[in-house]
């Protein structure tokens, strides 16, 4: 008998989520977040620094942790799991097929996932699961988010190849940039067309500086690979990836300038917006005809 597939996450010992009346239901949040991909079929690990893995055990009595060798501090100053990280814990724990999925995202119907996971499962092929924010934990719809994946599920040996660095869960771009070297790397790939996913919307986590710094990683991570694409594939990728360089030529020109000039950051954010979204289309279109041979992207 199969193995049911294992989800990676990186749960956090204290989230804060507040809705209306101020009330606190971040602990309540992630564990429906955990229960509903229970619910889909799958065996769910929390990977977690040493220093919070015993705060973790003590929150969420029934998950199992898994300990990282390494975080992302350096990066942001908390203990962030690297995208490398959660995958080389998946293969020490002998996961075949399995996935890495934000720690606060629900899975909006449980048996249709099953049978999304069941038929990408057969056919080999990454799933990749976009998102919606809701504004309430009882809402059952909400708006796309058009910034990428949110859940990226795939063939853990194929991935543990993967240059996915700098990259961590719960940063900036995690599931564009690991969907994107997936695909590069020669994969067919699945991506449903509706949100597969809820998440309860809340803050921005980030400040504009860190944004640049993993909008940056990206580009210098695939801007040559995707050129080769655009040489290689028809009209439709070659005007996508056209559309990125676009958007990020302009995102950095005004990423750089004096932040006092007016009107410069909220034009940034825009155009950085429009970049991410631009991602996360073009991965949509790869995974209906991603790459057949590997470009590159694996060490």
Known sequence: MTAPPTL???????PARRITG?????HLNQYRCVESWRASGFHVVSVNAADEADAIRTAYPDMPVLVAERDA???????????SEMIRALQVAGVTWGGIASADVRVAD?????????????GGRPIFLNRANVVHPCDDAGVLDPSGPSAVLFDVGRAAGLDVEPFAVGLPGWGRALAMALLLAGSQATCPAAAALLHL???????EDLHQRFFAA???????????????????????VAD?????ETYADLAARRPGESGTAETARRYRAAY????ADLIRDLAVAAPQAEISGRT
């Open 201 to 207: 919307n809340h803050p921005r986590a980030w400040g």
């Open 110 to 122: 449980p048996d249709l996932l099953r049978r999304v996971v069941n038929e990408g499962r057969s």
């Open 8 to 14: 990676a996450t990186s749960l956090a010992p204290h």
């Open 22 to 26: 101020a009330r606190e239901i971040g």
């Open 276 to 279: 991410a979204a631009a991602v």
């Open 73 to 83: 501090r350096d990066l942001c100053r908390r203990p962030l799991i690297p995208v």
């Open 218 to 240: 990206f580009r210098t991570r695939f801007s040559s690979e995707l050129a080769v694409l655009q040489c290689e594939k028809g009209a439709d990728a070659q005007a996508a």
């Open 244 to 248: 990125l360089g676009r958007h990020a």
